[in-house]
Structures are given as structure tokens and as C-alpha cells.
């Protein structure tokens, strides 16, 4: 069965230090793969999505940045942190258009 | 652009019945419906495809209006584990999911 899996749970860091996401998928080959990041009390912003390796769309180019060095391996990044990079983030993947998404369980990031 | 979702805030009585309403000015593929739970992810519900496609997941059921663009969400007989927030979310063929900003329900006994 496929699995998801995404850590840490939980990041505190201080403003203008890297960040460092990582969601792997297993159980499945080239999986959609998609970051979301959910402020608190908010609806789910699409960060980035990608249809293979090396394939990334951003939709909020800010000072986040997406890879995919692997087939089911999608890494968030950040080189400075800002205040405002608060929130719950989100990976998720699917198999194809018209599939469900399956979200990882989450990291709730807090920059201080 | 992300889909529109109304209303944002619904609170039930055990029994009582809910729509949530979803559109979007995109052409779109398909139209997902999820619920979270708080501090947790999002779980999937179900997927419309078609125009004027119904589906129905015990007692919650959802439509799709794809020449208006436009999902309707329908909970009824509403239980307390009904409570949560729905997201919509749309998919068009650039593989890209955009979600609504989420319907908050609470059912109450």
C-alpha cells in the first residue's frame, strides 16, 4: 500500500535561518507531488507542484523553493526565513488528474 | 485562482442538514471535497468528474455543474463527527489542486 511520510512534526526557528522540508511517497511511481502551507485558521495555499522529476511549478516564487531530486522525494527549502513563512505545511501526492490527493501528516513550522 | 467557497462558517444541530457551495471562474476537470479535522490533514471525500455528476459517501452527498463551474456539497441528518472544515478543491488538466478557503462545521447535540 502507499505511504506517505513527512517530517519534522514540529520546527521552531529563528527569522533568517535555512529551512529544510522533506516528503517522501512509497508504494506508488510518478506520483503528482504537491506543498501546501495552511496559516492558522486558513484555507490551503498551493505552494508548489510537480508531475516528475525535475518538473517544479511555483506559485509563490517569495524566498521558498521546491525540489525534486528523486521520483517520490519532494524537498521545500528556504534559504532565510521570515515571519511570515509561519504556518502548517503541507505534502500531498496523487496518482494522476482525477485521483485523490493523500496528505502527509504535516509540519507545523513557527519562526520567531 | 483558487476556487470560491461559501458560506465560511455553518453551525448544525444533530440531525440538521448543510450545503456547501463551491465555484470557480476556471474550466475545470474535476472537483474534490475534503474535511480536516483540527491540527490534522486533510482527508479525501470524494471526486466529481462529470457535468452534473453526483456522488454519495454515506449521508453526504456532492454535485457537479460543469457548465456553471459551480459543486454543491450536501451533508444531511448531520452527526457530530460531520464537524470539521470542507475544503473543495479544483483540478484542471495543468495538474494544478487549488482548494477553497474552507467552510467551518460545527455540529452541535
Known amino acids: 500500500s502507499q505511504t506517505i511520510h513527512q517530517w519534522p512534526a514540529t520546527l521552531v526557528q529563528p527569522v533568517g535561518s535555512p529551512l529544510s522540508l522533506e516528503c517522501t511517497v512509497e508504494g506508488t511511481s510518478n506520483p503528482n507531488l504537491y506543498w501546501y502551507r495552511q496559516a492558522a485558521g486558513r484555507g490551503l495555499q498551493l505552494l508548489f507542484y510537480?508531475?516528475?522529476?525535475?518538473?517544479i511549478s511555483s506559485e509563490v516564487p517569495q524566498n521558498l523553493s521546491a525540489s525534486r531530486p528523486q521520483d517520490r522525494q519532494f524537498i521545500l527549502s528556504s534559504k532565510k526565513l521570515l515571519l511570515s513563512d509561519s504556518g502548517f505545511y503541507l505534502c500531498?501526492?496523487?496518482?494522476?488528474?482525477?485521483?485523490?490527493?493523500?496528505f502527509g501528516n504535516g509540519t507545523r513550522l513557527t519562526v520567531t | 485562482q483558487q476556487p470560491v467557497q461559501s458560506p465560511q462558517a455553518v453551525i448544525l444541530r444533530e440531525g440538521e442538514d448543510a450545503v456547501i457551495n463551491c465555484s470557480s471562474s476556471k474550466a475545470l476537470y474535476s472537483v474534490h471535497w475534503y474535511r480536516q479535522k483540527h491540527g490534522e490533514a486533510p482527508v479525501f471525500l470524494m471526486i466529481l468528474l462529470k457535468g452534473g455528476e453526483q456522488k454519495g459517501h454515506d449521508k453526504i452527498s456532492a454535485s457537479f455543474n460543469e457548465k456553471k463551474q459551480q459543486s454543491s456539497l450536501y451533508l444531511t441528518a448531520s452527526q457530530l463527527s460531520y464537524s470539521g472544515t470542507y475544503f473543495c478543491g479544483t483540478e484542471t488538466l495543468n495538474n494544478d489542486m487549488r482548494f477553497g478557503a474552507g467552510t467551518r462545521l460545527t455540529v452541535k447535540p
Open positions: 510537480s508531475v516528475g522529476i525535475g518538473q
Open positions: 500531498a501526492w496523487q496518482t494522476g488528474l482525477n485521483s485523490p490527493l493523500h
